[in-house]
């Protein structure tokens, strides 16, 4: 089996190729040809579509956390910040909470080391 290209999650990639097999199993009553190849053409699109569509949640939860540090940079040394400020950040929490919901992406949260900022942000109030 190819590999996943650059960018593109290989688990989402393998997602990709087994439910597009599943499409084409034999009575399945699309077609009695057997599939072609795909063209230059559908095969960049394609991958195109896999490095914008898919999200890779780990690396955007270390984006957003990443963000919320710097973020709350102000809170840590003493200054206030303005509602805007706590509204962007209340989203990035609430962006992140979505993320870590998924239990396989919470334990990956744990393991880039991302449990350690979230005590302090909830100490300062947001």
Known sequence: MASAPDG???????ALLKWSIAQTAEGDGTSSEPPAPLSKEKKEFLEAVMKDGVVDLVKRAGEILEALHEGTKPCREGTAIDDDATDRLVGLMEELMDIVEQIDFAMALVQIGGGSPLPAIIENGL
Do not use: I, L, N
């Not at 593109?8 to 393998?14: G, I, L, R, S, T």
């Open 8 to 14: 593109v999650d290989p688990a989402a990639w393998a």
